[in-house]
C-alpha cells in the first residue's frame, strides 16, 4: 500500500521511466523475430543517374502485404553516407536517386572492380507486427565518364642512335583512367612515326599496361637529334575517350664521326705592331658527335717552321693563335701554320693558316669587354637551366685614333644577340635568345667584331660553355637481358658486362651499377665496370633460372637512376649418370615362363635433360636368352625357361646416356625360377615290370623285402614322394605291405604251405605337387617260394597280362585340407569348448581323487578286473588293423 501510495505520488516523474522500460521489453521479446525475418536486398545501377530514378520497390521485391492493417512503413536505420545518394519512401518502399550525384570514383577510389563497389543501407519494416531488419546492397556499375589522362604534359625517351631495330622501350608515365574494366585505358599510338617508331602495349598480371616504343627503322643522331610527336591514350568505352601528351624521343650519341674543318685555309693579317697576346686566327673542327666523343685538340704539324712555332701559341683546346712575343723588324713576313685538329681513334683534319705582317698606317678599332656571365680566360660559364634573354656582357667599342665610325655586330652560330644598348652609342649588350641544353650543344663559340669606316677590323673570339644539370637518367640499351651459362662453371665466372649511358657530364654522367635484392647472394656487380660474375658453382638440377634486377645511377644530385629485368638461364651438361631405382634387381619367374613374357622392368633415371638425359639399356654379358627394351626397360625371355635345366640366372645391365662423352652406369638382375610341378616321379628300381623276387616261405613277419625307389627332377613340396600300392595279385596279396615314404615293402603275416606262388603289387609313386600331383606306376614281382626251379614258367606268368583291380581308395599324401578347415574356423567356439574341456577335466579330476581315496585298500583288485573286461574276439578283422596304420602313416 505504501509502494502504491509512493507511485501516486510521483507518477508524473516516473512515466518516461515506464515507457523507456516498456521499449525494452518490448525490443527483448521481440529480439528472436528481428533475428529471424532478417534478409538480404541486393540492385544494381550506374553511376552518374539523376535525381528520381527509381533503383528499385523494397515491399514488392520481399513479396509484403501492403494492405495489412495498420499499414506498412519503411524507414533508414543508418545515417551513414550511403544515405546521401538515395531516399526511401516511407509509404510505399521505393528506394530512388538522390540530389547529391552518384560518382563511381569518388565513391570507391580503392575499388578495383566494379562489382566492389557498393552502397550499404539497412531499412527498419514496422509497425512491430510485421516488423523486418532489410540491408540493401546497391552495386554501382562503371560507365565511361572519365577519358584518359598523362600524368605529365610531356614525355621523354632516350634512345641510342645505334639501337637495332625491334629495341622496345618502356615508356614512363603511362596514362591514368579512374574507370575500370574496358572503359580504362587499352590502346596507344602516335600522331607521327617519323616511319621509325611504333608502339606497343604489354599487361601484367596486375592488369597494369605499359606503352612500349618499338625502333622500326635506323637512327642517326648527327641527322635528326630528337623527335617530337604526340601520344595519344585511348580507352574501350563506347564512345572511346582520348587523353594526349608530348613525346620527345632524344637520339643519344655513339662516337661514329670525326673532326672536319669547314674550310681548308685560313688568312690573316697582323699589324706590324702588334704585341705579344694578339690574337691571330681561330680554327674551328666540327666532330658532330657529343661529349667524350666531339672532344678536339689541336698542334702544330711536324711541316711548321721552329720559327713560327715560336712566334704563335696554339690553344690546344679552343684552337686560338695569338702572338707569343711582339713582332719587330726581323720578323719574318709571311708564315705558313699547318694546324692538325685530333679526335678519338680518328685520322687528324688539316687546316693551313697564311698569316701576313703589314705595316702599321694607324691603329685598328678597340673592343672592352665585360662580362656580366662568370668568365675565365675568355670562357663564359652558362647554366643549361638560365633563363631566355639572360646578359653575358657589355662590350665598349671605339675607335682609338677618333678619326672613323666603328660598327659591332657577332658572328657565329648560337642562341645569342648582340645588340645596341640605349642610349649609349659604343655599348652593345650580349645575351641568350633560347633556352640553353648542354645535351645538344654544349659549347658555342662566337666572336665579336669591331670594323672601321675604312674597313679595318678587329675580332673577340669568345667561347661559351654550357654548364651541365643532372636532368637526364642513365639509359640502358635493353629493358631485358637474357644470358645463358653452362653449369659446373668455375667460381667467378664472368657471365656479362653492363653499360648504360647517362647525357649528362661530369659526375652526373658517372654511372654506378647495383644489383638488386631479388639476386641470390652468389651474383655480384662490379658498381664501376658493370661486370656481373657468379662466385658459386651452379646445379641446373638444382635451379634451371635466375630473374633479377639491375639498377644503373648517375652522381648526380640528387641521383637518377633506371632499371632492367637480368634472366640468367642455366645450361645442361651431361654431369650425372644414369641411376637404377636399385643396384641390385630380383625377379621371381615360374618356370615354363613363355617366349618374350615381361618378366619386370628395370627402372633408371636421369636428372640430365635432352640428349643429356636420354637412356639407352643393354645386357653386359651377352645373353642370347633374354632381351631388354631399350625405351622401356622391359626384360623378356627370347624362349621358354626350364627350371630343371638352370634355376636362376644373373645378368648385369648397363644404362648409358646420350651426352658426349657418355656417362653409364650398371645393374645386377637375378631372375629366379620358380618350380613348377612339371616332372612326375622317375623309378629307379625296380627297373623293370618284370623283374622278380625270389621270397622265401620261412621269412619272418616284419622282414624287409624290397624297396621301391623313386626321385623327382622337381623342388620343394613338387618333390615330396609318396608311396601306396593301388593293385594286389597272388594266393593272399595282403601279406605285403609298403611305407609311403621310403618305398620299402615288407613281409605283414606268417606265409603258410597255401600262400606259395607268384605275387604281383602294383605300386603308385606319387609326388605332392600343386595344383595336381603327378604320379608313377611299377609292378613289383614277387615269388613266394622255397626255390627258383622253372625260371620260363614264371617268365612266362609275368608275360600275362595281370588281372588286378585298381583300389579306389588312395593313401593320403598330405594334411593341407585338414590345416585350412582348422584356419578357417573361427576362435571363439574353439576358445568355448577349450574353456568347457577345461572346467570338465578339473571336476573330473577331483570326482576321481575322491574315488580314489575310498577304493584306496581295492587297488589290486581293481586292476585284475579291468584285464578280465578287455573282449578278445578271435575273428577280429586283420587285414583292418593292417590297413589303420597304414592310413595315418600316410598322412
Not at 637551366?385 to 667599342?397: D, K, Q
Not at 658453382?537 to 637512376?561: H, Q, T
Not at 642455366?570 to 643396384?583: M, T
Amino acid at each position: 500500500m505504501g509502494l502504491h501510495i509512493g507511485l501516486n505520488t510521483k507518477q508524473s516523474d516516473l512515466q518516461p521511466l515506464f515507457l523507456f522500460m516498456l521499449f525494452i521489453f518490448s525490443a527483448l521479446f521481440h529480439c528472436s523475430a528481428c533475428f529471424s525475418r532478417a534478409t538480404e536486398l541486393l540492385y544494381t545501377i550506374n553511376e552518374g543517374l539523376p535525381e528520381g530514378v527509381l533503383i528499385g520497390n523494397v515491399g514488392e521485391d520481399l513479396q509484403l502485404d501492403f494492405f495489412a492493417d495498420p499499414p506498412l512503413s519503411f524507414s533508414l536505420a543508418s545515417n551513414g553516407i550511403s544515405e546521401h545518394y538515395v531516399t526511401l519512401s516511407n509509404n510505399s518502399g521505393e528506394l530512388h536517386t538522390s540530389s547529391q550525384e552518384l560518382d563511381r570514383e569518388a565513391l570507391c577510389a580503392e575499388s578495383s572492380g566494379a562489382l566492389d563497389c557498393l552502397l550499404l543501407l539497412d531499412i527498419i519494416i514496422l509497425p512491430q507486427e510485421y516488423f523486418m531488419f532489410v540491408k540493401v546492397k546497391i552495386i554501382v556499375r562503371d560507365i565511361n565518364d572519365n577519358a584518359p589522362h598523362f600524368p605529365v604534359s610531356q614525355i621523354n625517351v632516350s634512345v641510342p642512335e645505334n639501337a637495332q631495330i625491334n629495341t622496345r622501350l618502356a615508356i614512363e608515365h603511362p596514362a591514368l583512367d579512374p574507370d575500370v574494366g574496358t572503359n580504362a585505358v587499352q590502346t596507344y599510338h602516335l600522331v607521327d612515326d617519323y616511319g621509325v617508331f611504333t608502339l606497343d602495349v604489354e599487361e601484367n598480371e596486375n592488369g597494369e599496361r605499359t606503352p612500349y616504343l618499338i625502333i622500326m627503322g635506323p637512327l642517326d643522331r648527327e641527322t635528326k637529334t630528337e623527335y617530337f610527336t604526340i601520344i595519344i591514350a585511348e580507352d574501350g568505352g563506347n564512345p572511346a575517350l582520348m587523353g594526349s601528351a608530348t613525346l620527345l624521343i632524344g637520339i643519344s650519341d655513339i662516337n661514329d664521326n670525326c673532326p672536319v674543318f669547314t674550310e681548308t685555309q685560313v688568312n690573316s693579317t697582323l699589324y706590324g705592331n702588334s704585341t705579344k697576346g694578339t690574337h691571330v686566327a681561330t680554327v674551328h673542327a666540327v666532330d658532330i658527335d657529343l661529349g667524350a666523343n666531339s672532344e678536339i685538340t689541336y698542334t702544330f704539324s711536324e711541316r711548321v717552321l721552329q720559327s713560327s712555332r715560336e712566334l704563335f701559341h696554339l690553344d690546344e683546346a679552343r684552337g686560338i693563335i695569338t702572338l707569343s712575343r711582339k713582332i719587330d723588324g726581323t720578323t719574318i713576313k709571311l708564315h705558313k701554320l699547318t694546324i692538325l685538329a685530333n679526335g678519338p681513334g680518328c685520322i687528324p683534319a688539316v687546316i693551313t693558316v697564311i698569316v701576313t705582317i703589314i705595316k702599321v698606317l694607324f691603329r685598328p678599332p678597340e673592343i672592352v669587354p665585360r662580362y656580366i656571365a662568370n668568365e675565365e680566360k675568355g670562357v663564359v660559364y652558362l647554366k643549361e637551366l638560365e633563363p631566355v634573354n639572360s646578359p653575358i656582357a657589355f662590350f665598349t667599342v671605339r675607335d682609338p685614333d677618333q678619326k672613323f665610325k666603328v660598327d659591332c655586330y657577332l658572328e657565329g652560330d648560337g642562341p645569342f644577340k648582340l645588340s645596341p644598348y640605349k642610349p649609349y652609342s659604343n655599348e652593345y649588350l650580349l645575351e641568350t635568345t633560347r633556352p640553353l641544353d648542354y645535351e645538344t650543344e654544349p659549347v658555342y663559340e662566337i666572336a665579336v667584331i669591331a670594323s672601321n669606316s675604312e674597313g679595318h677590323h678587329v675580332k673577340t673570339i669568345i667561347k661559351v660553355q654550357i654548364l651541365d644539370d643532372n636532368d637526364n637518367s642513365p639509359v640502358f640499351a635493353q629493358s631485358v637481358v637474357e644470358l645463358s651459362i653452362e653449369e659446373n662453371n668455375r667460381p667467378g665466372a664472368f657471365l656479362t658486362t653492363f653499360f648504360a649511358t647517362d647525357a649528362d657530364s661530369g659526375e652526373r654522367g658517372q654511372v654506378s651499377y647495383y644489383i638488386g635484392s631479388d639476386a641470390p647472394s652468389y651474383f655480384s656487380l662490379n658498381k664501376v665496370t658493370g661486370i656481373l660474375t657468379v662466385s658459386t658453382i651452379l646445379d641446373r638440377e638444382e635451379r634451371e633460372k635466375y630473374r633479377f634486377s639491375v639498377r644503373a645511377r648517375d652522381a648526380g644530385m640528387p641521383p637518377r637512376e633506371s632499371l632492367i629485368t637480368v634472366v640468367i638461364v642455366v645450361l645442361d651438361r651431361n654431369d650425372n649418370s644414369p641411376r637404377f631405382i636399385n643396384k641390385d634387381f630380383s625377379f621371381f619367374v615360374p618356370e615354363n615362363f613363355p617366349g618374350l613374357g615381361e618378366i619386370g622392368i628395370i627402372s633408371v633415371t636421369d636428372p640430365d635433360i635432352g640428349q643429356n638425359g636420354w637412356v639407352a639399356l643393354s645386357i653386359v654379358n651377352g645373353s642370347d636368352i633374354f632381351v631388354i627394351d631399350t625405351g622401356k626397360g622391359l626384360l623378356r625371355a627370347k624362349v621358354s625357361l626350364d627350371r630343371e635345366q638352370q634355376s636362376s640366372y644373373t645378368l648385369w645391365v648397363e644404362a648409358v646416356d646420350g651426352g658426349d662423352p657418355a656417362l653409364s652406369s650398371t645393374a645386377k638382375i637375378t631372375i629366379l625360377l620358380l618350380d613348377v610341378n612339371d616332372n612326375p616321379p622317375l623309378v629307379l628300381f625296380p627297373q623293370s615290370n618284370m623283374s622278380y623276387l625270389l621270397v622265401l616261405p620261412s621269412t619272418q613277419p616284419g622282414s624287409p623285402i624290397t624297396e621301391v625307389y623313386a626321385v623327382d627332377k622337381d623342388t620343394g613340396m613338387n618333390a615330396v614322394i609318396a608311396y601306396s600300392i593301388i593293385g594286389r595279385r597272388g594266393p593272399r596279396p595282403e601279406s605285403f605291405r609298403i611305407d609311403p615314404k621310403t618305398g620299402n615293402i615288407t613281409l605283414e603275416e606268417s606265409l603258410l604251405q597255401t600262400d606259395y606262388g607268384l605275387y604281383r603289387l602294383l605300386v603308385k609313386v606319387s609326388d605332392h605337387g600343386y595344383p595336381e600331383p603327378l604320379h608313377s606306376t611299377v609292378m613289383v614281382n614277387l615269388f613266394v617260394n622255397d626255390t627258383v626251379s622253372n625260371e620260363s614258367y614264371i617268365e612266362s606268368l609275368l608275360r600275362k597280362e595281370p588281372d588286378i583291380n585298381i583300389e579306389e581308395k588312395e593313401p593320403q599324401i598330405a594334411i593341407e585340407p585338414t590345416h585350412r578347415k582348422v584356419e578357417s574356423a573361427s576362435c571363439l567356439p574353439t576358445l568355448v569348448a577349450l574353456s568347457i574341456t577345461s572346467l570338465g577335466l578339473i571336476i573330473l579330476v577331483t570326482l576321481m581323487g575322491i574315488y580314489i581315496c575310498s577304493r584306496k585298500g581295492k587297488k589290486h583288485h581293481r586292476d585284475d578286473h579291468f584285464e578280465v573286461q578287455i573282449p578278445l574276439n578271435g575273428k577280429i578283422d586283420l587285414q583292418l588293423l593292417e590297413r589303420k596304420p597304414m592310413d595315418i602313416s600316410n598322412i
